[in-house]
């Protein structure tokens, strides 16, 4: 095979990712991207003005708490919980997006509807679930005691618990963008491999992964991030990070500069994550060659790996979805037998659902021109707009909930307490989410098809409806899932914003936990799965009919 690739210096130079030079074409104004992505970077923003605003009248002693060593420790263990995750959800989620994008796996439109559904379990569900289950003196371990005698059973609190659950819990971060992005991928680079005598692995590794690498890396990103702000999933599981130490500060004291304090340093974490990603990303382009590649890549034939792939999704959908939704049913059907009541739950499906679309609309709004600035005007002040759209989500959901406060309270009384803040703090935090999976999709358009419909005489905004638009789709539907999925377990901002009487599924779901009702809590924890996973079971059963029939 080294002989045959060395006898192909062009072909080889064509399977390479070479970096791009385009730019977007003249638009009428360049503030149709400016303008906005400015304006939606500011709003992005307040919460970290927040902070430093409650910062600046912290004492020497609250800042000289940043670098004591038990700081320094939580800092370092918080990280390390962030890798950790972040490396074992990519080592599930690119397997499983190729799996069900490429392969001729069996039952493969059912494992791609049900291996991102986790993403709708809350991380406290998820975490109180697998300790009453595997945990000690879980249901599992009475189990064996009872018929086998086993009476002490793995412990399963601290780091080890921490990060299964959490990476069960977000691994979808990755599988929705990388299977955005295979869907997009330009077939004729791979089969000009195969041509040269590639196997599958080698045409993966060579030129398939180097085109995924953005999608891996934003995916990769947002777990990142949804690791150093998850508080629910690591009390449970008695790791001590960073965030909990911030939740206990805002909980314990009236003064909250040593808590904003504390939260600034959780940013510049963020930043450096931020950092590394970028140049994780590279400055490569990875959109198709030319018009002729819209044909659908061909389906890799499994053989006697058929088998263990499909029983490598049947225990990841078994331990991240089935698991937790069986023991909602126990749960649900312990208390039901005992008399519990149940109670109507119309009324927080209603506003989840209200309040979950109007955010993936808004967010999905603000994110479009974010993403276009970045991909099609690329400069160092482009970026830099585009990267501070995801500080915010590292943030705990207890700090931009008070920085809305304050900000409603002080500047926008008419406000607060209303709908409309509470959709704003969710554009807040799940704005990278969208922007993430839009511009990955954005990477693989070529800037020619946009030049063209502009030389026929057409104006942005139709170029972009007509032509950018069906392009990206699959990007669009992935970052529209993604915030109504996450919007519809978000608990900390809908407590403190949500207006008087709005009660939401992820709040009935708290209440019940917080007062050991766990039998009541099932019922509004499996009408949330059960509500946010149609949308998401929709979108992908349409981007497959869609990729089949191309």
């Not at 970045?374 to 830099?384: D, G, H, K, Q, T």
């Not at 009935?508 to 019922?523: D, N, P, Q, T």
């Amino acid at each position: 095979m080294s002989e045959i690739l060395r006898q192909q210096p062009s072909q080889l130079r064509r399977l390479r990712v070479i970096p791009s030079q385009a730019r977007y074409p003249t638009l009428r104004s360049i503030f149709g991207l400016w303008i906005p992505t400015i304006f939606v970077a500011g709003l992005v923003l307040l919460p970290i003005f927040y902070l430093i605003l409650r910062a600046y009248g912290a004492d020497q002693s609250t800042w000289e708490q940043i670098f004591r060593i038990q700081t320094l420790e939580t800092v370092g263990r918080t990280i390390w919980l962030a890798f950790a995750v972040t490396l074992a959800s990519t080592a599930i989620a690119v397997p499983v997006a190729w799996l069900t994008v490429r392969s001729d796996l069996p039952f493969r439109r059912l494992w791609a509807v049900l291996t991102p559904l986790p993403l709708v379990i809350p991380s406290y569900v998820g975490a109180y679930l697998m300790v009453s289950t595997i945990g000690p003196r879980g249901l599992f371990q009475n189990w064996l005691e009872s018929s086998l005698g086993i009476e002490r059973f793995p412990d399963i609190y601290g780091f080890p618990g921490a990060m299964l659950i959490l990476t069960l819990m977000s691994y979808p971060f990755i599988l929705l963008s990388v299977r955005a992005a295979l869907q997009k991928i330009d077939p004729a680079l791979e089969d000009a491999a195969r041509s040269l005598g590639l196997n599958a692995w080698s045409t993966f590794w060579r030129v398939t992964f180097p085109q995924i690498r953005p999608a891996i890396a934003a995916g990769g990103l947002l777990v990142a991030l949804y690791v150093l702000r998850d508080f629910g999933a690591v009390s449970i599981m008695r790791y001590n990070t960073f965030t909990r130490v911030i939740y206990i500060q805002y909980q314990s004291s009236f003064n909250r500069s040593t808590a904003a304090v504390l939260a600034l340093v959780l940013v510049s974490i963020a930043i450096l994550i931020l950092a590394f990603e970028i140049w994780t990303r590279g400055k490569a382009r990875y959109y198709r060659s030319d018009a002729s590649a819209s044909k659908p890549a061909a389906v890799i034939q499994l053989g006697r790996w058929r088998w263990p792939a499909l029983i490598f999704c049947s225990l990841l959908v078994g331990a991240a979805l089935v698991m937790p939704a069986g023991m909602l049913i126990f749960w649900l059907l312990r208390g039901l037998e005992a008399g519990e009541q149940i109670g109507s739950l119309w009324l927080a499906a209603k506003n989840s659902i209200l309040g979950s679309s109007l955010a993936s609309g808004v967010t999905l709004v603000a994110a479009l021109p974010v993403a276009a600035l970045a991909i099609r005007r690329p400069n160092p002040v482009s970026r830099l707009l585009d990267r501070l759209t995801y500080i915010a989500f590292a943030l705990p959901g207890i700090v931009i909930a008070l920085a809305l406060v304050f900000f409603g309270a002080n500047f926008a009384p008419f406000l607060y307490q209303t709908l409309p803040l509470l959709v704003f703090a969710y554009a807040i935090l799940f704005l990278p989410e969208a922007v993430g999976a839009v511009r990955t999709s954005m990477l693989q358009v070529p800037p020619n098809f946009e030049e063209a419909g502009r030389s026929l005489g057409q104006k942005p905004l139709q170029v972009f409806q007509k032509i950018t638009m069906p392009l990206i789709r699959p990007g669009l539907a992935a970052g529209a899932g993604l915030v109504f999925l996450t919007t519809m377990k978000e608990l900390p901002a809908t407590l403190i914003l949500a207006p008087y009487g709005f009660k939401t599924l992820a709040t009935s779901v708290w209440s019940a936990v917080s007062e050991a009702f766990f039998a009541r809590a099932a019922a509004p924890a499996l009408i949330l799965i059960l509500v946010s996973s149609l949308p998401l079971a929709a979108l992908i059963l349409r981007d497959q009919k869609s990729e089949h029939r191309s």
